[in-house]
């Protein structure tokens, strides 16, 4: 073998060992994801849909979820790959200690340097996975290369314009984790004071924005359908103005009127784009349904949201618009994506396929309709009711995925 070849050979299996710690580490971030998935249902089935709870649904569930597809889905998207490769593991081993600690502290049963220290770790672990995205698309910051190939150059319009709000929901995930660290150890805080503040920045401004600008991509492809173009370009811009606005608004005023209606407009605008998605598609996966309940979910979220900017917050319906909008909207549709990537039926356990996972859908959005009616109603054994159904969806849902994982294992 000449020198030359031999080199070669060492880069391809260099870079294809690269490839497989990114993969291997980002299918346990998205593990850890379903995980507090189901430690979050768990939570606020026993202790109620406080503090704890939503630090498990933002930096439990959602933000480990998004931290694995991200390191897959970014680099892809802006034509690059993740550079360094270990990036998710150094993430993973600071942030899961991070939101543990923010738990307990959350709880009241420790110190509250606790929280502090939980705070800074999850702060340590964010500030890696932004520094190995941003140093991965630095010759590509706002997406202009979008790896689209010339079969479907059609689409390379929307992509480009869609991958650059992608910084714009990073920027929104630094600042809410920044938030975090704030709210912990009493530095300058961006927004209110507690953790409504994060939610709107971390989840709406990260989270939501990250979903609008993917899903602009990744949607058409998998169900073989155009959206409507107007949708598809309203909703990331509303998207990246509308949390910011209901952060620094939550006392009230303009600035709570006007972010809620941009959080709103974007949403119903995403929302009505799958709809009319699924409705030309001719593909019915199992994952596509949880998508679409996500949508629905979230246009009864969203409208909340605008009569409590309106006519202010009842206690109960607060609860709702939060469920709504995390297991609702986040949370279907982040578990019907989990289930297209990850499908059950490459599991070799006889009970993982798509009957399983179509069941645990309905579990996770049967338990909040019910949970949501319970609260609406005063039915304090409806909302006992959805919540327990939601627990048994999320840790059907968390199986399904440790037995995908187990049958095609990443070596």
């Known amino acids: ?115 502090a220290v939980g705070a800074a770790l999850w702060a340590a672990g964010v500030v890696a996975f932004l520094a190995a995205l941003a140093w991965t698309v630095r010759d590509n910051p706002t997406g202009a290369e979008t790896g689209t190939g010339e079969s479907e150059a059609s689409r390379r319009r929307l992509d480009r314009y869609a991958n650059a709000f992608v910084p714009v929901a990073l920027a929104y995930v630094g600042v809410g984790s920044y938030q975090v660290l704030a709210v912990e150890t009493g530095l300058p805080r961006v927004a209110g004071p507690g953790l409504a503040s994060v939610a709107h920045l971390l989840g709406a401004g990260g989270a939501v924005l990250l979903v609008f600008a993917v899903g602009a991509r990744l949607l058409p492809r998998l169900l073989v359908a155009s959206p409507p173009a107007p949708l598809a370009l309203a909703a990331p811009p509303l998207g990246a103005v509308g949390p910011l606005l209901v952060a620094t608004s939550l006392g009230g005023g303009p600035g709570l009127v ?68 995390l297991l609702g909207f ?52 409806a909302v006992v009711a959805g919540r327990g159904l939601a627990l048994a969806g999320a840790a059907a849902q968390l199986s399904l995925l440790l037995a995908t994982f187990r049958a095609r294992p990443v070596r």
């Open 1 to 115: 073998m000449s020198g030359v070849s031999y080199f070669r050979q060492l880069g391809v299996a260099t870079v294809m060992s690269g490839a497989a710690t990114t993969t291997r580490w980002a299918r346990r971030s998205v593990a850890v994801g379903i995980g507090s998935l189901v430690a979050w249902q768990a939570t606020a089935l026993v202790a109620g849909p406080g503090d704890p709870a939503l630090l498990l649904a933002l930096l439990g569930f959602v933000s480990h979820v998004v931290f694995g597809k991200a390191y897959a889905l970014v680099p892809s998207y802006f034509a690059r790959s993740l550079s360094p490769p270990w990036a998710p593991a150094v993430q993973l081993s600071l942030t899961v200690p991070g939101v543990a600690l923010l738990f307990v502290d959350a709880l009241g049963v420790v110190p509250p340097v606790v929280g």
């Open 258 to 325: 006007a972010g809620a209606a941009a959080e709103a407009a974007a949403v119903l605008a995403f929302g009505t784009a799958v709809l009319v998605l699924f409705v030309r598609s001719d593909r019915r996966r199992v994952g596509f349904y949880g998508v679409v309940a996500g949508a629905v979910a979230g246009g009864v979220a969203v409208t909340l949201g605008v009569t409590f900017a309106l006519d202010g917050r009842p206690p109960a319906m607060v609860v709702a618009h939060r469920r709504l909008n």
């Open 330 to 381: 986040l949370g279907l549709t982040i578990v019907g994506l989990v289930d297209q990537f990850y499908p059950p039926t490459v599991a070799e356990a006889s009970w993982a396929d798509d009957r399983t996972a179509g069941a645990a859908l309905v579990a996770l959005g049967g338990g909040l309709a019910v949970e949501v009616v319970g609260l609406a109603a005063g039915v304090d054994l």
